[in-house]
C-alpha cells in the first residue's frame, strides 16, 4: 500500500490519474510488472480499480443496478451483489434510486465497486470523503484484507491512515528540503 501524501494542488490527484492511464506523463513512463502500461493496455486496465474526488456512480440507477454496471465493465469478483452491499450496509438500499441516498452512502457506494469486481490494483483518491468513523474503520478493514490476497492499493487522503500491515510505504510529494 503506498499512501501518496501532501497538501493542496502539490499533484496527488494527477498522479493518481496518471497511473490510471486517464492522463499520460510528462516524461518517463509507468511500469506494471516490469512493463510500460500503455503497451499492456487491457491487461493492465483490467487489474485497475480506479475510485476518483467523484464517486463516479449514476444516480438514475439503483444501488444494485449501478453494481451491476461496474461489473459489466471489469472483471466480476464471485461474491453476490446483495453480499457486496451488505459488507457496505446499504443492503436496505438495493432497490434505491442512488440520487436520493446522503453523500456518505453514494461514497459506501462508490468503493462498494471495489468488492463487486476483481481488480488487483486499487486507486483511491480521497477514499474516506464523506464517510463516519464507523464505515472508515469498515473500509480500513476491507482495504487489509485486499492487502492480504496480495493486492496492491494507492490511494490519498487527507484523514489518518494508520494499518496493522507492515506494507505501508509513505510518499510526501510536499515535502520541504
Not at 493518481?16 to 487491457?42: K, N
Not at 483490467?46 to 449514476?58: A, I, M, P
Not at 466480476?76 to 456518505?104: F, H, I, M, R, T
Request: some cysteine.
Amino acid at each position: 500500500m503506498l499512501v501518496v501524501e501532501g497538501p493542496n494542488g502539490c499533484g496527488k490527484t494527477s498522479l493518481l490519474r496518471i497511473l490510471t492511464g486517464l492522463r499520460l506523463a510528462d516524461s518517463g513512463e509507468i511500469l506494471w510488472r516490469g512493463q510500460p502500461i500503455d503497451r499492456l493496455a487491457g491487461d493492465y486496465y483490467e487489474q485497475v480499480n480506479y475510485v476518483g474526488h467523484h464517486d463516479g456512480v449514476k444516480y438514475e440507477l439503483s444501488c444494485l443496478e449501478n453494481l451491476r454496471l461496474a461489473r459489466a465493465m471489469g472483471v466480476p469478483s464471485p461474491l453476490d451483489l446483495d453480499d457486496v452491499l451488505e459488507q457496505v450496509n446499504l443492503y436496505a438500499y438495493g432497490d434505491s434510486e442512488v440520487g436520493s441516498l446522503s453523500a456518505g452512502q453514494k461514497r459506501r457506494l462508490a468503493l462498494a465497486r471495489l468488492l463487486a469486481t476483481d481488480s488487483l490494483l486499487w486507486i483511491l483518491d480521497e477514499p474516506f470523503t464523506s464517510l463516519d468513523k464507523a464505515s472508515m474503520e469498515m473500509f480500513a478493514g476491507l482495504f487489509e484484507q485486499h492487502l492480504q490476497r496480495d493486492g496492491v492499493i494507492v490511494v490519498t487522503s487527507h484523514h489518518d491512515i494508520s494499518l496493522p500491515t507492515r506494507d505501508l510505504q509513505r510518499l510526501n510529494l510536499g515535502a520541504q528540503a
